[in-house]
Every structure is written in C-alpha cells, then in structure tokens.
C-alpha cells in the first residue's frame, strides 16, 4: 500500500492582473524527506510559498494535507493546521522590537486560550526551553534589531521550529549563516526529517543541495519544469531544467590592477584586532571572503563612512580619505551595495527608477526639480543591461522577486561612476543566472574603479574576482591570485587555523 503524500499541491494557478505567475504547479511532499525547489528569480517560488502559508489565495487548484483540504485564510491559520513557513526576508519571521523570549514564544503568547496577563519570567522560561532544544545560545532579553543579520535568521528559523510543525517551508534559510551555523540547521532539518516531518526546501546553494536533498523540483515560468529523485541525483539537469538551457562555466581573465585607487596602511577594524594594509587597483576587482562575523561588514561600513577608522590611514586617489558619514563617502565616489536590502537597501514602495536614482537626485535635478525623463532612461538601461525582470521602470520594489531587487540595489550604484565600488554580499538570495548577470555587468564595467566584493561563498568568490582576499578575526590573514589557487591554504585561512599553524 501507497503512503499517502503528507502534502500534495494539484494544479495551483495564481495571477497578479495580466501576468501569471503560478501556471499549474503540481507538487508533492512526502513524510520525512527534504524536497528541494530550485527555480530561477521571478519563477514563482515566493509566490508559490506565500500561497500555502496563507499570505494569498490562489485563483485555482486543489491543495491537500493529509488527505484533508487545505485553504488557510491567514499564516496564523496556516501554522496552527501545522505548515510552517520560514520567509526569505529575514524580518517576515521575526519582531525587530521585541526580545528573543517573546519572539520565540510570540505565537502561543497571541493564540487562543492564552492567559490574561503577560508573565516575563514565563515567556523566558519557555523560551529558554524551545532555544535549548534547538541548540540555540542567546541572550534571551537582546531585543532582536540589536542582533547581526545570521542571528536574527536563526531566531526566525528556531521560532518556526518550535510549532513542531507537519510541513516545514523553508526559502533560503541559509543565506545569511556562517557555515557552523548552517550545519546548526542542518542537523535540525535532519532531526525533523528523522521524526516524519515534511520540508520543502528552496535554495540556490548546491552545497545546501547536495547535503539536504532527497528529491529536487526544478521550476521555471510558473510551471514544474524537471523533477529529479533516486540515489543519484541529477544536479546539473536540475540547474538546466531550472533556466530552460545549460549554463556556461566561463573561467575569469585574471586581470592585474592598474594605478590604484584606494591604499589603507595599518588599518585597525576593532581594539586588539591585527592591524593590516590593503591596496585596489584600477580595474580589479578583489574578493574578500570569510566566515560571517569576521569584520567583512565592519570594514565595509569604515571605507563608506558608517564606522570611523580610529586606526591606520586612508588614501583614494592619492589623497586622504577619511569619510565621516555615507554622505561625504559617496560625494567622493565610494558607492556601498549593502548586504541587508529590505533595511538599507531598497525602499519597497518606490517604483524601479525612483530607488536607482535615490542617492544621486541632486546630480539628475535643476532648482530642486527632477529630470523625471533623465532618471526614468536610466533605468531602463539598467534593467536592460542587468537583465531586471519586470513590465517596466514603473513596477514598484515589492512586487519584484528578492533576486530582482538585489539586481536593482546593484543598478542603483552602477548607474553612476564611482572611484571604489563596494559590494557586500551582493549575490544574497539572487539564482545562479541571475548571479552571472550581475558579475558579468560588474567585470565588464570594471575599468575607471577599484572594485571591492565582500562574499562569503567560495566558489562567487572564484567566478567574479582577480584577487581574493581572505579575512579571519578582523584582519586580512591571506591573499591569492585567482589563478591556480591552492585551495587547501585558502581553507586553512578562512577556517582560522592559519595561526595555528604559524610557527
């Protein structure tokens, strides 16, 4: 006899206006395994997740848990039936405002049948109890703004789990991790998946991919395009049923800086951390790779004026640089693409041209009145140079997928010239197509800046820079040509044992 599918989704259809974004999906998830949906940006994944968590109702199809009909008017509806959904905008899944406690208890605090009067020392006790379980170590009174982008993803991640759900979403959950926390989860998934949970599982990561993975659903254009089980999963078939052709593995040029740009002697990230220099030259573009929190953001924030260089020495164009806000940093060409979009990236309301042109309406204004026409062509020579899915330079932010929007946040900067280009983790969330749009845009416009990437994946780092650069513990630890690297050295010095090994 035929288990029956804990979750089957038949011929699911959804539309904004003209456009159809979900075209018949059929999908099944079974008890105890890790679907995979891969599926380039604009394809319909968040639509389809925001669909079955109760966020929108579906213009047709059949969707069943269990056996039973499952139409959830609202998240909330949707979570007590027992799907469970972990967003990829990170600050869906949690309250900035509140603490850890009351986040990861928020759910039985606002349900049915809860008590009357609020009880600190409850909330506490109960989620300290769902963090030991999931292996999480915080402060349970850290108002969860104050955390970094990764434990802010955990949180989100440990409070879905905690609903013990029966069918488990999770969209690029690993996004913002470091890769001790990335197994952290893993070891969750397979613990859920050990007691008959469903997960569906979307992600770009082949890494994620190969550890996870009991079956991949590729999907492309609304519709299920590929489904791959068995043993011996077909990954590359899945990429290709994903983007409807086979993607090439071009090989960088290594092109050697010219004159440079930007020069930093005895730089100092924080108190007792390893002083360093850095030079960037005309026309490179050098990767900076590392564990999360080894201070690849925090120098970010120094070079584009959001942190102070109390420390060392800065030079860009042979002159002194020291920029005292973000302000003064752009003013002298040091453009920064941030790695959290939805809180200092975009702005969700405004359409396409207005958030391109944002930090340069001064330049594109005449007595305080915008070129409108100026700023709208410019736009739509970015979506056409990046290759920005949309109907036009009209469309507002969130109607875009995450992956559209990141190539927007990139536009924004690459619309104008800049001296030193800085891009923190600017691949987030964006597919694998999407991915080489924006480092063959960024290499093919390399000349006239220093360019500066800071990524944490290896292999982005190898498929967009001349040189990585690799730092450990606030400070850069190793420097490699993007050529014949040795890559057990390169992983020696990003896992931190390089001190280690030092005589």
């Not at 109702?57 to 039973?68: C, S």
């Not at 086979?246 to 290594?254: F, Y």
């Not at 800071?454 to 650069?469: S, V």
Request: aromatic content about 4%; charged content about 25%.
């Amino acid at each position: 006899m035929v288990e029956e599918p804990v979750f089957r989704i038949r011929n699911m259809q959804k539309s904004f206006g003209a456009i159809q974004v979900l075209n018949g999906v059929d999908l099944t998830l079974n008890a105890g395994a890790v679907t995979v949906l891969m599926g380039a940006n604009g394809a319909g994944k968040s639509t389809l997740v925001k669909v079955v968590s109760g966020v929108y109702r579906m213009d047709a199809g059949e969707v069943a848990l269990a056996g039973e009909k499952f139409a959830p008017r609202s998240p909330a509806e949707a979570i007590r039936a027992g799907v469970v959904t972990v967003h990829q905008s990170i600050n869906d899944g949690v309250v900035l405002d509140l603490d850890v406690a009351t986040n990861l208890t928020l759910d039985r605090l606002s349900g049915a049948g809860t008590k009357l009067f609020f009880n600190p020392r409850r909330v506490r006790r109960e989620a300290q109890k769902v963090a030991d379980r999931m292996g999480l170590n915080f402060d349970m009174g850290a108002t969860v703004g104050d955390l970094s982008l990764a434990d802010r993803q955990m949180v989100a991640v440990v409070r879905a789990m905690a609903h013990e759900p029966r069918v488990l979403i999770l969209d690029e959950p690993t996004s913002s991790l470091s890769s001790v926390e990335a197994n952290r989860l893993f070891d969750l998934i397979d613990l859920l998946r050990s007691h008959g949970v469903a997960i569906l599982y979307i992600s770009h990561r082949m890494s994620d991919i190969r550890r996870l993975a009991d079956s991949i659903v590729s999907l492309r254009d609304g519709k299920i395009s590929g489904e791959f089980n068995g043993p011996d999963l077909d990954f590359g078939g899945a990429v290709d049923a994903m983007l409807g052709r086979k993607i090439s593995q071009d090989q960088v040029v290594v092109q050697d800086g010219g004159k440079p740009v930007f020069v930093a002697n005895n730089l100092c990230l924080e108190p007792g951390a390893q002083p360093f220099d850095l030079t960037l030259g005309d026309g490179e573009i050098v990767a900076v790779t590392g564990l999360v929190g080894v201070g690849k953001t925090a120098l970010a924030e120094m070079l584009f004026g959001v942190r102070t260089c109390t420390q060392g020495r800065m030079v860009l164009d042979d002159k002194p640089y020291s920029p005292r806000s973000s302000q003064q940093a752009i003013k002298s060409g040091v453009f920064l693409v941030a790695k959290d979009r939805s809180v200092s990236g975009i702005v969700p309301d405004f359409n396409i041209y207005e958030n391109t042109s944002l930090p340069f309406l001064k330049q594109i204004s005449n007595f305080g009145i915008v070129n409108r026409k100026s700023e709208r062509a410019e736009a739509r020579e970015q979506i056409s140079s990046l290759g920005i899915v949309c109907q036009s330079e009209l469309d507002e932010m969130h109607t875009l997928s995450g992956g559209n929007q990141q190539k927007v946040m990139v536009a924004r900067w690459l619309g104008h010239a800049s001296r030193l280009l800085i891009l923190d983790e600017p691949f987030q969330g964006v597919d694998i197509a999407a991915r080489r749009d924006i480092a063959n845009r960024l290499r093919g416009s390399a000349k006239g800046r220093a360019t500066l990437v800071f990524m944490t994946e290896l292999d982005e780092a190898f498929e967009i820079a001349d040189r990585i650069l690799v730092m450990s513990e606030h400070t850069i630890v190793g420097e490699h040509r993007n050529a014949d690297v040795d890559i057990d050295r390169l992983l020696v010095e990003i896992s931190g044992l390089h001190a280690e090994a030092s005589p």
